[in-house]
């Protein structure tokens, strides 16, 4: 189930009704959106760029390679990461769900 619904549009998949189908019980669904945000907010904040990333955008920019980022994700989310990793300006190009119609996989 996972697997078909990574990387798409905000909606495709309802994790808690699915949960709920699969368990036959409601799910508190405000205490777990809380939750969920806690920790994922806690994981981003402690979350840092993988090792060797910048030392291959440098490499990608000394060959004359332009680079872009492509995210299901909204404008704001990711620019706001790439600016919290200091990586906001090794891209020529930065497309988000804001910029399209449909979002992956279209």
Do not use: M, N
């Not at 495709?12 to 949960?19: C, H, I, K, M, R």
């Not at 959106?33 to 955008?57: H, N, P, Q, T, Y």
């Not at 200091?86 to 119609?101: E, K, N, P, Q």
């Amino acid at each position: 189930v996972w697997g078909r619904c990574v990387g798409r549009e905000a909606g495709f998949f309802d994790p808690l009704g699915y949960l709920e189908e699969q368990t036959g019980r409601r799910a508190d669904r405000a205490a777990l959106a809380r939750l969920r945000a806690e920790r994922f907010e806690a994981r981003i904040r402690e979350a840092r760029a993988i090792a060797g990333v910048e030392e291959a955008l440098a490499a990608a920019r000394g060959l004359g390679l332009r680079q872009a980022v492509a995210s299901s994700s909204t404008r704001g989310w990711v620019h706001g990461q790439l600016e919290r990793l200091g990586l906001l300006g090794w891209f020529d190009c930065i497309r988000t769900a804001d910029d399209v119609a449909r979002a992956k996989p279209e």
